[in-house]
């Protein structure tokens, strides 16, 4: 089971996996609260909620798909662009001002000495000057990524619809279908957690709220 996931964070960063899923919960509990509020008007169609929620989940899996590859082509002409620049550059003091705006050190959180910090330039102005261009395609861990991304997002409506296939109460499914995708709102914080440095339960309560905040603009905007 740890290798699979360990793979995973090797093909997709962790932060856009969770993303994905935060994405996927927030689209599935818009439905199932807005849903409720529908409920004692109107009564809940089931078979409806059923297909417009794994529906939607699975459409916006597609369309992230594809901005996901599309977000990669992008990445990676903008790194061979930047590989141009850097050959063509007139003077060593051109070609590290262009690494230095593309890859700022001062905007991470650490703190470095200059020496270091030129060492390191040095380094990557060396590089990229006895380097020669990669074939500009994607990869099979791109593509791999982007069907991850879809099953991320698609997955994160069964727990909002398993409830209404197990119990027969309609009000009574609802409930723990609202009460899954909360719940998971919040393992999502723990998560994110683990990959940052934060406190797994300070973590899951901010993730939940925000996610209740986001569905509520949501269904308050007619989304």
């Known amino acids: 089971m740890e290798s699979s996931k360990l793979h995973i964070t090797d093909v997709i960063d962790p932060g856009d996996a969770l993303g994905e899923i935060l994405f996927g919960l927030i689209m599935a509990l818009t439905f199932t609260v807005g849903?409720?509020?529908?409920?004692?008007?109107?009564?809940?169609?089931v078979r409806e909620l059923i297909v417009g929620t794994i529906g939607c989940n699975v459409a916006w899996g597609i369309i992230?798909?594809?901005?996901?590859?599309?977000?990669?082509?992008?990445?990676?002409?903008?790194?061979v662009r930047l590989f141009r620049r850097i050959k063509a550059?007139?003077?060593?003091r051109e070609a590290m001002s262009v690494l230095r705006k593309e890859f700022p050190i001062d905007s991470e959180s650490f703190v470095s000495a200059a020496a270091d910090e030129e060492a390191l330039y040095q380094a990557m102005?060396?590089?990229?000057?006895?380097?020669s261009p990669a074939k500009f395609r994607l990869s099979r861990d791109d593509l791999l990524a982007a069907f991850i991304v879809f099953l991320l997002v698609s997955a994160t409506s069964l727990p909002a619809v398993i409830p209404f296939i197990m119990i027969g109460s309609a009000d009574l499914a609802l409930r723990a279908?609202?009460?899954?995708?909360i719940a998971l709102?919040?393992?999502?914080?723990?998560?994110w957690a683990r990959f940052s440095d934060a406190k797994p339960l300070n973590a899951g309560i901010t993730m939940t709220c925000l996610g209740l905040v986001l569905v509520g603009i949501a269904i308050a905007l007619g989304g």
């Open 89 to 92: 550059a007139k003077s060593e």
């Open 185 to 191: 709102l919040f393992l999502t914080g723990c998560a």
């Open 177 to 181: 279908s609202n009460f899954l995708l």
């Open 64 to 79: 992230d798909a594809v901005l996901f590859v599309l977000g990669t082509l992008f990445y990676k002409s903008r790194r």
């Open 125 to 131: 102005l060396g590089l990229a000057r006895h380097g």
């Open 35 to 45: 849903s409720r509020l529908i409920f004692s008007e109107e009564g809940l169609d």
